[in-house]
Nanobody, 118 residues
């Protein structure tokens, strides 16, 4: 059974930090590109960051570049998103995604709420 379970969301003041985690099970984690997406109220889900299979290549949306860092631990089957200098516009539900072009497969987590507010 495939599972992606996000954790680490919460309420934080502007300028603060949070670290999200996504624990995977039920598939070959190291074979998948891992992504973080987010969806703000009333808006479409948008891609935030990606880490390739071995973690050697990372990419970010312009809106989070320099503030967010994606990392992964293939031994623990976990991907992380370190979020610094948070802004109110970062408020959203954050989703973990596992993508494989080879297997033509996408898996999604249930999401974790991040609220940035004073």
């Amino acid at each position: 059974q495939v599972q992606l379970v996000e954790s680490g969301g919460g309420l934080v003041q502007p300028g603060g930090s949070l670290k999200l985690s996504c624990a995977a099970s039920g598939f070959t984690f190291s074979s998948y590109v891992m992504n973080w997406y987010r969806q703000a109220p009333g808006k479409e889900r948008r891609w935030v960051a990606a880490s390739t299979n071995a973690g050697g290549t990372k990419s970010y949306a312009d809106s989070v570049k320099g503030r967010f860092t994606i990392s992964r631990d293939n031994a623990k089957k976990t991907v992380y998103l370190q979020m610094n200098s948070l802004k109110p516009e970062d408020t959203a539900v954050y989703y973990c995604n596992a993508h494989s072009s080879w297997y033509a497969t996408d898996y999604w987590g249930q999401g974790t709420q991040v609220t940035v507010s004073s």
